[in-house]
T-cell receptor
Framework: ETGVTQSPTHLIKTRGQQVTLRCSSQSGHNTVSWYQQALGQGPQFIFQYYREEENGRGNFPPRFSGLQFPNYSSELNVNALELDDSALYLC??????????????FGNGTRLTVT | QKEVEQDPGPLSVPEGAIVSLNCTYSNSAFQYFMWYRQYSRKGPELLMYTYSSGNKEDGRFTAQVDKSSKYISLFIRDSQPSDSATYLCAMSADSNYQLIWGAGTKLIIKP
């Protein structure tokens, strides 16, 4: 069983730039969620994708966007980067659609630094 | 006031001690409760998953939910240095409601 993998592991960008983060879900999982985790904080829900459709969104602006592909892998895109976007971005997959009732399987995240 | 409150610690205990980690919450609709463990530079790893009230035991770990007090606990018996990590609680009302996370408690087990 292949776990959740994310790339890249680290990234440094300049304010105003755009970034794309990638995630391969655990085999057999059709639902992918993205989270932002600031230092010393719990994860904050960005959005979830189920079978290539957005299935829910947290309190993040439209410059945070995503995609899910037919193989259930996913991308998170962030435009017009701001300093406050510096965080650990986590991808989590699950085998059931739904925002809150299913256990999540996380990747090790992408550490984004915006300077 | 945050929906889920968790003491950030750090909580430092000697090896072999029983550890108690707790979260309080304000939303009485929460019925799915989870505990995750997060090592430094890693993603969270699911430890315990509980629906509604009661206790659940898995090896050295026991999760308790007290919905009347809006309080959940994770107990770790015979704690080991490898248990040193940040422990996050997460909870939700139902599948249509996103998970709400605590900020995490940093646990240090001293050899």
């Amino acid at each position: 069983e292949t776990g959740v993998t994310q790339s890249p592991t680290h990234l440094i960008k300049t304010r105003g730039q755009q970034v794309t983060l990638r995630c391969s879900s655990q085999s057999g999982h059709n639902t992918v969620s993205w989270y932002q985790q600031a230092l010393g904080q719990g994860p904050q829900f960005i959005f979830q994708y189920y079978r290539e459709e957005e299935n829910g969104r947290g309190n993040f602006p439209p410059r945070f966007s995503g995609l899910q592909f037919p193989n259930y892998s996913s991308e998170l895109n962030v435009n017009a980067l701001e300093l406050d976007d510096s965080a650990l971005y986590l991808c989590a997959s699950s085998s059931h659609r739904g925002l809150g009732g299913s256990p999540l399987h996380f990747g090790n995240g992408t550490r984004l630094t915006v300077t | 006031q945050k929906e889920v409150e968790q003491d950030p610690g750090p909580l430092s205990v000697p090896e072999g001690a029983i550890v108690s980690l707790n979260c309080t919450y304000s939303n009485s609709a929460f019925q799915y409760f989870m505990w995750y463990r997060q090592y430094s530079r890693k993603g969270p790893e699911l430890l315990m998953y509980t629906y509604s009230s009661g206790n659940k035991e898995d090896g050295r770990f026991t999760a308790q939910v007290d919905k009347s007090s809006k309080y959940i606990s994770l107990f770790i018996r015979d704690s080991q240095p490898s248990d040193s990590a940040t422990y996050l609680c997460a909870m939700s009302a139902d599948s249509n409601y996103q998970l709400i996370w605590g900020a995490g408690t940093k646990l240090i087990i001293k050899p």
